[in-house]
Every structure is written in structure tokens, then in C-alpha cells.
């Protein structure tokens, strides 16, 4: 049993009940062609509520005993009420309608002239219920789409942080292996050129004591006069 079906069955008496009620009163004050367009539009609404009472029966096959039983009291109520405003229609408005057709297990209103225009109004409800039925059905589906869609945005853009986060660890990780390889280079530089340069001053006297020599023999050989040197030896 579909509880929320049942409920909205019995809404949907109510209402036809509360706009039934207002008819036999009604057929006192009117006369002629609108006496019978009222007479047609109480044929109508009863053969819906009617219908609406048999949808509610089968509602109920379903249902726990304890329910079905206090609610099947209920529905004998609405017909034994349904039957009150059909004597009391067929005295406000005398010469419609058949003498003595009960409305218990009825399929169709008090007014035989009417049942087919009655029947094809309780199918378009029925249909009704049934579109009802599916658009609130559709309506759920895209409310739970929307929230997955939702829920696996979230969950994109988590992912897309994290990762940039990773990167930028990333990054920092490379700069400072960066950093570190540069201050080796530079320290594995200054070490050999401090090394290269600690035999200078030794080989430099030897250099320029070697070049001098050099230099003055030249001299001797090339000038006309003996120098000093040479005389002091003669």
C-alpha cells in the first residue's frame, strides 16, 4: 500500500464532497437549462467521487488489518453520505434521473443520460494522477542528478587543490636542491683555486732571477767596451 496515494485520493473526495454538498440546495433556486447543466455537473462530480472511492478500496488491500479495517468503516461512511446527496438531488430537481438506482457498487452517476461524458471525465482524472504521479517522480530524479553533480564537483575541485599543493611542494623542493647544488659548485671552485695558487711565489724569484741572467749576458755580448766585470777578471 502507498500511503501517500491513499492520502491523496481522500483529498481529492474531499474536495468533490465539499462541492456535491452545495448542489441539492442550489437546484431549488435555478430552473430550466441551467437546473440541468447543475443536475449534469452533480452527475459528474459523483461519478468521480465514486471512482476516487474505488481507488481508495484497492489502496487499502495492502494496508496492515488494523488500518484497512478503520479506514474501510471510513469509506462506508462516504457512500452511505454519497447516497444522502443523491435523494436529496433527486428531490431538488424532479423528473431527472431514474427512481431508484443505488449508489452502493455504482460505477456512474445518479443520471444514466450522463455516464459516458461522466466515465471519459474520470479517465482524464485518473490520467491526471498518473501525470502527477510521474512528474513528481522526474522531479526527484533531477534533484538527486543535481546532487550527485554537486557532491562530484566538491570532490573535483578538492582533487584539483591537493595537487596544487603537491606542485608547489614540488617547486620548493627543487629550488632548494637547487640552491644546495649551486653553494657545492661554489665551494668545490673556491677550494681549487686556492690550491692552484700556493706555488706562485716559489716558482716566481726562480723565473725572474733566470730571465735577469739572461738579460745581462745579452748585454756583454752585444756592447763594444768590456764592462767592469770583465776588466776587474783580465
Known amino acids: 500500500m502507498s500511503s501517500e496515494e491513499f492520502e491523496k485520493l481522500h483529498e481529492i473526495?474531499?474536495?468533490?464532497?465539499?462541492?456535491?454538498?452545495?448542489?441539492?440546495?442550489?437546484?431549488?433556486?435555478v430552473h430550466g437549462e441551467?437546473?440541468?447543466?447543475?443536475?449534469?455537473?452533480?452527475?459528474?462530480?459523483?461519478?468521480?467521487?465514486?471512482?476516487?472511492?474505488?481507488?481508495?478500496?484497492?489502496?487499502?488491500r495492502a494496508a496492515p488489518p488494523?488500518?484497512?479495517?478503520?479506514?474501510?468503516?471510513?469509506?462506508?461512511?462516504?457512500?452511505?453520505?454519497?447516497?444522502?446527496?443523491?435523494?436529496?438531488?433527486?428531490?431538488?430537481?424532479?423528473?431527472?434521473?431514474?427512481?431508484?438506482?443505488?449508489?452502493?457498487?455504482?460505477?456512474?452517476?445518479?443520471?444514466?443520460?450522463?455516464?459516458?461524458?461522466?466515465?471519459?471525465?474520470?479517465?482524464?482524472?485518473?490520467?491526471?494522477l498518473q501525470g502527477t504521479d510521474a512528474l513528481n517522480n522526474a522531479s526527484q530524479s533531477i534533484e538527486r542528478s543535481q546532487r550527485i553533480a554537486a557532491e562530484t564537483e566538491q570532490i573535483g575541485t578538492d582533487i584539483i587543490e591537493e595537487l596544487g599543493e603537491q606542485r608547489e611542494q614540488l617547486d620548493r623542493t627543487r629550488n632548494r636542491a637547487g640552491d644546495e647544488q649551486a653553494a657545492i659548485s661554489r665551494h668545490h671552485f673556491n677550494g681549487v683555486g686556492h690550491s692552484g695558487s700556493c706555488g706562485l711565489?716559489?716558482?716566481?724569484?726562480?723565473?725572474?732571477s733566470k730571465l735577469c741572467k739572461k738579460t745581462d749576458r745579452a748585454v756583454d755580448s752585444d756592447s763594444p767596451h768590456p764592462s767592469p766585470l770583465t776588466v776587474q777578471q783580465q
Not at 456535491?20 to 437546484?27: E, I, Q, T, V
Open 13 to 29: 473526495f474531499k474536495s468533490l464532497y465539499e462541492e456535491l454538498k452545495l448542489m441539492p440546495d442550489r437546484a431549488f433556486e
Open 34 to 60: 441551467e437546473r440541468k447543466r447543475l443536475v449534469r455537473s452533480f452527475d459528474e462530480r459523483q461519478g468521480e467521487a465514486e471512482e476516487v472511492l474505488q481507488g481508495m478500496e484497492e489502496e487499502l
Open 201 to 208: 711565489p716559489e716558482v716566481l724569484p726562480r723565473t725572474m
Open 66 to 128: 488494523s488500518y484497512r479495517n478503520a479506514m474501510s468503516t471510513k469509506l462506508r461512511l462516504y457512500r452511505r453520505d454519497l447516497g444522502k446527496l443523491q435523494r436529496d438531488m433527486k428531490n431538488s430537481a424532479p423528473g431527472f434521473g431514474s427512481p431508484s438506482q443505488p449508489v452502493q457498487g455504482s460505477h456512474h452517476g445518479i443520471y444514466s443520460s450522463q455516464n459516458q461524458q461522466s466515465t471519459h471525465l474520470q479517465s482524464q482524472r485518473a490520467l491526471l
